[in-house]
């Protein structure tokens, strides 16, 4: 299995543009979760879905932000607009069980 | 969810056992202890986990005390591609992981 794989690797994108980042789970795996590691905030869980129906997404931060969970095998991550406090490592990981959590590569967004 | 006391860094020589401490006083009975470990520039990687008793897998083996209020994780031998941050993480089996800042862990030649 190739494992998590996220795409794109690198975005770089200028304030106010949208953005969206996507993420394939390992299969099998029925929990996806999104997370966002800053400097600053270290890393944060931002919304995971279970069954592809989301279950908690009180870490959003704010409407700028949606995920989408359209399938087993696809998820994505949207921000629009962007800001530059949104730059950070953005994760996604999926699990077969609940907590024991196969992370991606991450998807490194700088907002300009 | 439980808090973890974790030191920020520790140095261990190559070929040696990596033994990483964390505190977790507040534990409750049905919560778990999870360790996670960071590689530079990479996504967090699960270790191994445990309720109450010792456990052991290919990568580490995880011992926790008989009041549960703390445990290690023990890597046996470590090497260079050990050098990461590690996570001790006390959540329940449906809680969600909250990383703290973890135990910077270098490995020496």
């Known amino acids: 299995d190739a494992g998590v794989i996220q795409s794109p690797r690198h975005e770089v994108t200028e304030m106010g543009q949208e953005v969206t980042l996507r993420c394939k789970p390992i299969s099998g795996h029925n929990s996806l979760f999104w997370y966002r590691q800053t400097m600053m905030r270290g890393l944060e869980l931002l919304i995971y879905f279970n069954n592809n129906v989301p279950i908690d997404d009180s870490g959003m931060p704010e409407d700028r932000f949606s995920a989408k969970m359209p399938n087993a095998s696809f998820s994505t991550l949207k921000i629009q607009p962007s800001e530059p406090r949104d730059s950070a490592v953005y994760f996604c990981?999926?699990?077969?069980?609940?907590?024991?959590?196969?992370f991606g590569p991450g998807t490194r967004l700088t907002v300009l | 969810d439980a808090k973890t006391t974790q030191p920020p860094s520790m140095d261990c020589a190559e070929g040696r056992a990596a033994n990483l401490p964390c505190n977790h006083s507040t534990i409750s009975g049905n919560e778990y202890v999870y360790w996670y470990r960071q590689i530079h520039s990479q996504g967090p990687q699960y270790i191994i986990h445990g309720l109450k008793n010792n456990e052991t897998n290919e990568m580490a083996s995880l011992i926790i005390t008989e009041d549960r209020k703390s445990s290690t994780l023990i890597l046996p031998h470590a090497t260079l591609r050990d050098t990461a941050v590690y996570y001790c993480i006390v959540t329940g089996s449906q809680g969600n992981l909250i990383f703290g800042k973890g135990t910077k862990l270098s490995v020496k030649p």
């Open positions: 990981a999926s699990s077969p069980v609940y907590n024991e959590q196969f």
